[in-house]
Protein backbone atom coordinates (compact mmCIF):
# COMPACT_ATOMS: atom_id res chain seq x y z
CA UNK A 1 0.00 0.00 0.00
CA UNK A 2 1.42 3.41 -1.08
CA UNK A 3 0.99 5.98 1.44
CA UNK A 4 0.91 9.63 0.44
CA UNK A 5 3.81 11.81 1.39
CA UNK A 6 1.01 14.06 2.91
CA UNK A 7 2.96 17.95 3.72
CA UNK A 8 5.33 17.15 1.10
CA UNK A 9 2.17 17.28 -1.59
CA UNK A 10 0.29 20.05 0.35
CA UNK A 11 3.48 22.04 -0.19
CA UNK A 12 3.92 20.95 -4.00
CA UNK A 13 0.41 22.06 -4.63
CA UNK A 14 0.91 25.46 -2.80
CA UNK A 15 4.24 26.05 -4.98
CA UNK A 16 2.71 25.02 -8.07
CA UNK A 17 0.01 27.12 -8.52
CA UNK A 18 1.93 30.38 -7.29
CA UNK A 19 5.19 29.48 -9.45
CA UNK A 20 2.35 28.91 -12.43
CA UNK A 21 0.44 31.55 -12.59
CA UNK A 22 -0.16 31.42 -16.51
CA UNK A 23 -0.59 27.85 -16.43
CA UNK A 24 -3.46 28.61 -13.98
CA UNK A 25 -5.23 31.48 -17.05
CA UNK A 26 -3.83 29.44 -19.86
CA UNK A 27 -6.24 26.29 -18.78
CA UNK A 28 -8.82 28.86 -17.20
CA UNK A 29 -9.41 31.84 -19.10
CA UNK A 30 -12.80 30.59 -20.57
CA UNK A 31 -13.62 29.69 -17.05
CA UNK A 32 -12.67 33.42 -15.31
CA UNK A 33 -14.53 34.90 -18.60
CA UNK A 34 -17.75 32.97 -17.91
CA UNK A 35 -17.52 33.72 -14.24
CA UNK A 36 -17.28 37.29 -14.71
CA UNK A 37 -20.11 37.54 -17.04
CA UNK A 38 -22.54 35.32 -14.73
CA UNK A 39 -21.75 37.23 -11.89
CA UNK A 40 -22.16 40.21 -13.94
CA UNK A 41 -25.87 39.35 -15.24
CA UNK A 42 -26.92 38.00 -11.75
CA UNK A 43 -26.50 40.85 -9.72
CA UNK A 44 -28.68 42.64 -12.12
CA UNK A 45 -31.87 43.63 -11.85
CA UNK A 46 -33.84 40.50 -11.25
CA UNK A 47 -37.28 41.17 -12.77
CA UNK A 48 -35.42 41.58 -16.04
CA UNK A 49 -36.70 38.63 -17.92
CA UNK A 50 -33.48 38.63 -20.49
CA UNK A 51 -31.28 38.57 -17.74
CA UNK A 52 -32.71 35.81 -16.40
CA UNK A 53 -32.87 34.01 -19.50
CA UNK A 54 -28.97 35.27 -20.23
CA UNK A 55 -27.89 34.38 -16.32
CA UNK A 56 -29.37 30.63 -17.28
CA UNK A 57 -27.82 30.07 -20.43
CA UNK A 58 -24.19 31.18 -19.09
CA UNK A 59 -24.85 28.84 -15.88
CA UNK A 60 -25.46 26.05 -17.95
CA UNK A 61 -21.75 27.18 -20.06
CA UNK A 62 -20.07 27.78 -16.73
CA UNK A 63 -20.49 24.10 -15.66
CA UNK A 64 -19.05 23.19 -19.31
CA UNK A 65 -16.30 25.44 -18.80
CA UNK A 66 -15.24 24.59 -15.05
CA UNK A 67 -14.90 20.76 -16.35
CA UNK A 68 -13.24 21.79 -19.25
CA UNK A 69 -10.80 23.89 -17.09
CA UNK A 70 -10.59 21.12 -14.38
CA UNK A 71 -9.45 18.39 -17.54
CA UNK A 72 -6.70 20.97 -19.29
CA UNK A 73 -5.13 21.85 -15.90
CA UNK A 74 -4.88 18.63 -14.51
CA UNK A 75 -3.47 17.05 -18.14
CA UNK A 76 -0.91 20.70 -17.83
CA UNK A 77 0.20 19.38 -14.68
CA UNK A 78 1.03 15.32 -15.34
CA UNK A 79 0.81 15.26 -19.00
CA UNK A 80 2.91 19.00 -19.60
CA UNK A 81 0.05 20.06 -21.99
CA UNK A 82 -0.29 23.93 -22.27
CA UNK A 83 -2.33 24.88 -24.55
CA UNK A 84 -5.07 28.26 -24.74
CA UNK A 85 -7.24 26.22 -26.92
CA UNK A 86 -7.73 22.96 -24.67
CA UNK A 87 -10.21 25.38 -22.17
CA UNK A 88 -12.53 25.44 -25.83
CA UNK A 89 -12.34 21.76 -25.88
CA UNK A 90 -15.32 19.14 -24.53
CA UNK A 91 -14.23 15.81 -25.60
CA UNK A 92 -15.38 12.11 -24.52
CA UNK A 93 -13.32 12.32 -21.35
CA UNK A 94 -15.14 15.74 -20.08
CA UNK A 95 -18.49 13.58 -20.80
CA UNK A 96 -16.98 10.87 -18.80
CA UNK A 97 -16.13 12.75 -16.09
CA UNK A 98 -19.47 14.63 -16.25
CA UNK A 99 -21.14 11.47 -16.29
CA UNK A 100 -19.30 9.99 -13.04
CA UNK A 101 -20.43 13.45 -11.37
CA UNK A 102 -24.21 12.19 -12.34
CA UNK A 103 -23.99 8.89 -10.98
CA UNK A 104 -22.57 9.32 -7.87
CA UNK A 105 -25.23 12.06 -7.11
CA UNK A 106 -27.55 9.60 -7.86
CA UNK A 107 -26.19 7.06 -5.51
CA UNK A 108 -26.63 9.55 -3.37
CA UNK A 109 -30.44 10.63 -3.64
CA UNK A 110 -31.21 7.49 -1.57
CA UNK A 111 -29.19 8.22 1.45
CA UNK A 112 -30.55 12.51 0.84
CA UNK A 113 -34.08 10.67 1.13
CA UNK A 114 -33.80 8.20 3.53
CA UNK A 115 -32.00 10.65 5.99
CA UNK A 116 -35.35 13.28 5.21
CA UNK A 117 -37.44 10.75 5.97
CA UNK A 118 -35.56 9.28 8.98
CA UNK A 119 -35.38 13.51 10.11
CA UNK A 120 -38.83 14.14 9.72
CA UNK A 121 -40.00 10.77 11.53
CA UNK A 122 -37.43 12.08 14.76
CA UNK A 123 -39.03 15.54 14.74
CA UNK A 124 -42.68 14.93 14.47
CA UNK A 125 -42.68 11.56 16.12
CA UNK A 126 -39.92 10.47 18.23
CA UNK A 127 -39.44 13.82 20.50
CA UNK A 128 -36.20 15.34 21.94
CA UNK A 129 -34.57 11.68 22.32
CA UNK A 130 -35.39 10.87 19.16
CA UNK A 131 -33.77 14.25 17.52
CA UNK A 132 -30.84 13.97 19.50
CA UNK A 133 -30.06 10.20 18.20
CA UNK A 134 -30.65 11.77 14.56
CA UNK A 135 -28.41 14.56 15.22
CA UNK A 136 -25.40 12.01 16.59
CA UNK A 137 -26.18 10.00 13.60
CA UNK A 138 -26.39 12.65 10.94
CA UNK A 139 -23.23 14.23 12.14
CA UNK A 140 -21.38 10.77 12.01
CA UNK A 141 -22.57 10.28 7.95
CA UNK A 142 -21.42 13.32 6.82
CA UNK A 143 -18.36 13.10 8.27
CA UNK A 144 -18.13 9.31 6.77
CA UNK A 145 -19.12 10.83 3.16
CA UNK A 146 -16.81 13.57 3.31
CA UNK A 147 -14.01 10.69 3.81
CA UNK A 148 -15.69 8.77 1.02
CA UNK A 149 -15.77 12.17 -1.49
CA UNK A 150 -12.01 12.84 -0.61
CA UNK A 151 -11.13 9.20 -2.09
CA UNK A 152 -13.19 9.69 -4.87
CA UNK A 153 -11.80 12.67 -5.87
CA UNK A 154 -8.83 10.75 -7.44
CA UNK A 155 -11.75 10.22 -9.86
CA UNK A 156 -11.04 13.70 -11.81
CA UNK A 157 -6.87 13.00 -12.36
CA UNK A 158 -7.84 9.67 -13.77
CA UNK A 159 -10.34 10.50 -16.52
CA UNK A 160 -8.86 13.64 -17.01
CA UNK A 161 -5.57 11.39 -18.03
CA UNK A 162 -7.52 8.67 -20.08
CA UNK A 163 -6.61 6.02 -17.20
CA UNK A 164 -7.95 3.13 -18.70
CA UNK A 165 -9.22 1.74 -15.00
CA UNK A 166 -12.55 1.42 -13.96
CA UNK A 167 -12.79 5.01 -12.64
CA UNK A 168 -14.84 4.92 -9.93
CA UNK A 169 -13.82 1.35 -8.39
CA UNK A 170 -9.81 2.62 -8.98
CA UNK A 171 -10.08 5.52 -7.35
CA UNK A 172 -11.94 4.24 -4.45
CA UNK A 173 -9.30 1.53 -4.52
CA UNK A 174 -5.79 3.54 -4.73
CA UNK A 175 -7.24 5.92 -1.79
CA UNK A 176 -7.37 3.31 0.55
CA UNK A 177 -5.22 3.75 3.48
CA UNK A 178 -5.05 7.55 2.63
CA UNK A 179 -8.28 9.02 3.21
CA UNK A 180 -7.08 11.05 6.04
CA UNK A 181 -4.55 12.60 4.22
CA UNK A 182 -6.91 13.43 1.15
CA UNK A 183 -9.02 14.94 3.39
CA UNK A 184 -7.27 16.82 5.17
CA UNK A 185 -4.77 17.80 2.26
CA UNK A 186 -8.27 18.90 0.40
CA UNK A 187 -9.09 21.40 3.27
CA UNK A 188 -6.11 22.85 3.72
CA UNK A 189 -5.71 23.82 -0.05
CA UNK A 190 -9.18 26.15 0.68
CA UNK A 191 -8.67 27.08 4.44
CA UNK A 192 -5.85 29.80 3.83
CA UNK A 193 -8.39 31.44 1.01
CA UNK A 194 -11.43 31.05 2.45
CA UNK A 195 -10.38 32.93 5.76
CA UNK A 196 -8.81 35.37 3.25
CA UNK A 197 -12.04 35.85 1.65
CA UNK A 198 -13.78 36.12 5.04
CA UNK A 199 -11.80 38.46 6.52
CA UNK A 200 -12.25 40.52 3.35
CA UNK A 201 -15.14 40.18 2.45
CA UNK A 202 -16.38 40.98 6.19
CA UNK A 203 -14.26 44.24 6.29
CA UNK A 204 -15.83 45.34 3.00
CA UNK A 205 -19.30 44.59 4.69
CA UNK A 206 -18.59 46.59 7.23
CA UNK A 207 -17.37 49.40 5.47
CA UNK A 208 -20.58 49.14 3.48
CA UNK A 209 -22.77 49.37 6.59
CA UNK A 210 -20.92 52.11 8.23
CA UNK A 211 -20.93 54.13 4.90
CA UNK A 212 -24.83 53.75 4.22
CA UNK A 213 -25.52 53.20 7.85
CA UNK A 214 -27.30 49.83 7.26
CA UNK A 215 -29.56 51.60 4.63
CA UNK A 216 -28.91 49.16 1.70
CA UNK A 217 -27.91 45.98 1.34
CA UNK A 218 -24.67 44.19 0.25
CA UNK A 219 -26.63 42.56 -3.12
CA UNK A 220 -28.80 45.55 -3.36
CA UNK A 221 -25.54 48.12 -3.50
CA UNK A 222 -24.24 45.06 -6.18
CA UNK A 223 -26.96 45.60 -8.15
CA UNK A 224 -27.16 49.39 -8.31
CA UNK A 225 -23.43 49.50 -9.67
CA UNK A 226 -22.70 49.94 -13.28
CA UNK A 227 -22.01 46.93 -15.64
CA UNK A 228 -18.52 48.20 -15.16
CA UNK A 229 -18.33 48.17 -11.58
CA UNK A 230 -19.94 44.43 -11.66
CA UNK A 231 -17.66 43.32 -14.33
CA UNK A 232 -14.64 44.42 -11.96
CA UNK A 233 -16.12 42.54 -9.17
CA UNK A 234 -16.96 39.09 -11.11
CA UNK A 235 -13.04 39.49 -12.20
CA UNK A 236 -11.92 39.63 -8.48
CA UNK A 237 -14.08 37.03 -7.84
CA UNK A 238 -13.06 34.65 -10.39
CA UNK A 239 -9.42 35.07 -9.75
CA UNK A 240 -10.12 33.55 -6.14
CA UNK A 241 -12.16 30.64 -7.36
CA UNK A 242 -9.50 29.61 -9.71
CA UNK A 243 -6.88 29.71 -7.36
CA UNK A 244 -8.89 27.80 -4.74
CA UNK A 245 -9.91 25.39 -7.81
CA UNK A 246 -6.54 25.45 -9.26
CA UNK A 247 -5.05 24.11 -5.39
CA UNK A 248 -7.34 21.85 -5.05
CA UNK A 249 -6.84 20.59 -8.64
CA UNK A 250 -3.09 20.16 -8.14
CA UNK A 251 -3.45 18.26 -4.51
CA UNK A 252 -5.14 15.39 -6.31
CA UNK A 253 -3.13 15.42 -9.31
CA UNK A 254 0.22 15.04 -7.23
CA UNK A 255 -1.57 12.87 -5.06
CA UNK A 256 -2.76 10.97 -8.00
CA UNK A 257 0.81 10.70 -9.46
CA UNK A 258 1.98 8.90 -6.16
CA UNK A 259 -0.97 6.65 -5.52
CA UNK A 260 -1.58 5.34 -9.16
CA UNK A 261 1.09 3.29 -8.87
CA UNK A 262 0.42 0.94 -12.15
CA UNK A 263 -0.15 4.20 -14.03
CA UNK A 264 1.77 4.55 -16.90
CA UNK A 265 2.63 8.26 -17.74
CA UNK A 266 4.51 9.30 -21.29
CA UNK A 267 8.36 8.74 -21.19
CA UNK A 268 8.47 12.47 -21.68
CA UNK A 269 6.65 13.36 -18.48
CA UNK A 270 8.55 10.37 -16.39
CA UNK A 271 11.65 12.30 -17.59
CA UNK A 272 10.51 15.66 -16.67
CA UNK A 273 10.45 14.69 -12.78
CA UNK A 274 8.11 17.65 -12.01
CA UNK A 275 8.98 19.21 -8.53
CA UNK A 276 6.28 18.42 -5.82
Known sequence: MVKLAFWDTVNGAYRFVFAHPLTVLRTGWLYLLLNTLDF??????????????????????????????????????LLNERSWTAALQFRHRHWRLLGAGIVLFLMLVPVIAIAAVAGFAAVHVGGPVAVAIFGVVAVVAIVVLIAAASRLYLLGPAIATDDPAKAIRAAWRRGRGNTLRLLFGSVLMVLPAVIVGAIVGGALGLLLFFVTQGAISAEAWVAQLSLAGRIALGVGQGIFQLVIGAL?????????????????????LAAAALDT
Open 40 to 77: AVRKAAPSDARLTATAFAVAVLLIGASIAWHVAFVRAI
Open 248 to 268: GATFYAFAYRQLAVNWNPPPA
